[in-house]
């Protein structure tokens, strides 16, 4: 076990990181040339800003993640290292997540990339929210990635849900709604959406260096198992038979005409 001795009690500080330290090592060394960039930690921050409280944290303290990107730097000095996280519009998160690159960056230990994975609902966030995270994020130095994007076009369990995978709630038929298709006014308001998302990225097109969509045709989205199992959910650019949704040109037409944005 990383965490635990022969004993089964929780290792020492020191006895983690170099733990730690061994395996970042190894793997970012095994691949060093050829992996460009590496995702070096992923979600340790809570929607209120504070760190999660992952075994990492509680043996080491805030201190583990400045020492992943040093350790994974130190393995190969010539990739780029990224944080990531989801539901980064919402405000206490953002200052949090900032937070964490700044003091990365504070121990002159390099951090090239912040990843916003854009899980994202018809109604929530607000476009404005994410234009700040946009603008959060650059301002730290680090380049913008759009990570995960995709658009869920049913209703929430509960309101502004993110992106943790523990939440998991009952079935129930009124939350799951278009099991037999999308309504054409449903497909409109998910077309619009997206528009929206991309006219923002267009804009800060300058911060912005990727958009990775989570997933490709609708029938292999995970949207369609959470946060409730067993619903039909819509949330890419391609349907289940593979074809491009009817806004799809509409995002390509954007792309090709970004300098009217500016």
């Known amino acids: 076990m990383v965490f635990s001795d022969e004993n089964g009690k929780d290792v020492s500080r020191d006895v983690l990181i170099a733990r730690m330290r061994s395996h970042i090592h190894k793997v ?12 070096v930690v992923n979600e340790a921050v809570l929607d ?3 760190y999660r409280k992952s075994k990492f944290y509680q043996i080491i303290g805030e201190d ?11 393995a190969d000095p010539d990739a780029e290292l990224y944080y990531n996280d989801y539901s980064t519009a919402i405000p206490a998160k953002r200052d949090g997540i900032v937070k964490v690159v700044k003091s ?3 121990r002159g230990i390099p951090i090239h990339g912040i990843g916003m994975q854009e899980h994202q609902g018809l109604y929530h966030p607000e476009l404005d929210e994410i234009e700040k ?3 959060a994020f ?3 130095g680090a380049k913008v990635m759009v990570t995960e994007l995709d658009v869920s076009v049913l209703p929430h369990a509960r309101e502004n849900q993110g992106a943790e995978i523990s939440e998991t709630y009952a079935y129930k038929n009124e939350l799951n709604p278009y099991v037999d298709g999308l309504p054409d006014s449903v497909m409109n308001k998910l077309g619009e959406r997206y528009v929206n998302f991309f006219k ?3 804009k800060h097109s300058d911060k912005i260096s990727r958009v990775t969509l989570w997933g490709v045709g609708d029938q292999y989205s995970w949207k369609n198992g959470w946060p409730i199992p067993g619903r039909t959910d819509y949330p890419l650019l391609f349907d289940r038979n593979f074809k491009p949704k009817p806004f799809v040109q509409d995002i390509v037409s954007l792309a090709r005409n970004a300098a009217e944005i500016k």
């Open 28 to 39: 970012v060394s095994r691949y060093k040339g050829k992996i460009a960039g590496w995702d």
């Open 48 to 50: 209120n800003g504070e």
């Open 64 to 74: 583990f993640i400045p020492l992943a990107f040093q350790f994974a730097h130190e």
């Open 104 to 106: 990365i960056q504070e």
């Open 133 to 135: 995270t946009i603008l």
């Open 138 to 140: 650059s301002s730290t």
């Open 200 to 202: 923002v990225y267009l």
